[in-house]
């Protein structure tokens, strides 16, 4: 049996203090925000007898155990030994769902750093529904790792103990309480195995979910967006910029004095129709970005917007 707790004298007088208050209250406010999180995603997925006291207790309750009636048993060792072969069972069904649960939390965490570390430069989400969906995805990799993380938790164990009153007993009833207590055990820990392999389901699902969406947004981004389209993009912009215009055309000269009229000269040919007419976009990119005022122009619109930003922050 286990010590009973000892109070000090001044257990009842003394109050916490207010750091150990606060957190305590932190403690609380952490453990009841993952657990309801882990409620949730378990329903979500179709766990309807699942309840917060489960996830709380990190076990189900679905089995109990009942001692084994031994009596008529005379070779007693044969049934201890198949009791421990059950038993190591379940701890080896322990090790293979962690082992699966090792493989996905290091690839979701590898799979979120690298959407926050290409996402901002790689991808230009425009429209509003692409990024909804983009933050689902990260949040729904951020939920399972929150989950793997609540089942590498330390949760409620059982183990076997030997007390002098277990040494006392006679040797035939010494092996049929070992036989009860690795039955009981093996109970335990199908119970919270139990209950961490459908933790395991509902972590694997949110993970393929919000694969799925991170592939469909870069299928939709790189499928909708083209080289064209960005140069067309690029020439608008520094149309609709006044300050790059001005620049330009740069500061006016001062008036000069009228000259004399020329010659009438030769006409010219007959312009084509608005219709027929031909840009050469391409080239007209190339001199743009081949002009060095250009050039010096968006890099101070670019230092300009960059202090702003940090102004901002």
Same mark, same amino acid.
């Given at each position: 049996?286990?010590? =009973? ?6 257990? /009842? ?49 679905? !089995? ?12 007693? $060792? ?5 009791? $421990? ?115 395991? !389901? ?34 608008? !912009? ?11 055309? /740069?500061?006016?000269?001062? $008036?000069?004095?009228? /000259?004399? !009229? ?18 050469? =976009? ?30 901002? =922050?």
């Amino acid at each position: 049996m286990p010590d =009973e707790p000892r109070s000090s004298p001044q257990a /009842g007088t003394t109050r916490p203090g207010l750091f150990q208050r606060l957190f305590d209250w932190f403690h609380g406010f952490r453990s009841a925000v993952v657990n309801w999180l882990a409620y949730i995603s378990l329903r979500l997925y179709g766990f309807e007898d699942v309840s917060i006291s489960d996830v709380k207790r990190g076990a189900y309750e679905g !089995k109990q155990h009942k001692d084994r009636g031994l009596e008529n048993v005379h070779d007693t $060792k044969m049934l201890l030994s198949a009791a $421990k072969e059950c038993f190591d069972e379940s701890q080896e069904r322990r090790v293979a769902i962690t082992e699966k649960c090792k493989t996905l939390l290091t690839v979701s965490s590898i799979l979120l750093g690298l959407i926050g570390l290409l996402l901002p430069k790689s991808f230009a989400f425009d429209a509003t529904w692409m990024r909804l969906v983009c933050f689902v995805a990260v949040f729904g990799l951020f939920n399972v790792i929150i989950l793997l993380l609540t089942f590498f938790s330390v949760g409620q164990e059982s183990r076997l103990t030997l007390e002098q009153s277990d040494i006392d007993l006679p040797p035939q009833d010494f092996d049929k309480n070992r036989i009860n207590l690795y039955l009981r055990c093996q109970v335990a820990a199908d119970n919270r195995t139990d209950y961490l392999v459908d933790l395991y !389901k509902v972590a694997r699902f949110f993970f393929l979910s919000a694969f799925s969406l991170v592939v469909v947004l870069f299928s939709v981004s790189f499928l909708s967006t083209s080289d064209h389209e960005e140069a067309n993009e690029l020439i608008r !912009k520094l149309r609709s910029d006044s300050e790059l215009i001005e620049l330009l055309r /740069g500061p006016a000269g001062a $008036k000069g004095e009228r /000259g004399e !009229k020329g010659d009438r000269g030769k006409r010219g040919l007959q312009g084509v129709d608005g219709e027929d007419a031909v840009l050469d =976009e391409e080239r007209l990119i190339e001199r743009l970005v081949s002009d060095p005022r250009i050039a010096e122009k968006l890099k101070e619109l670019t230092d300009a917007k960059e202090k702003s930003k940090q102004k901002e =922050e």
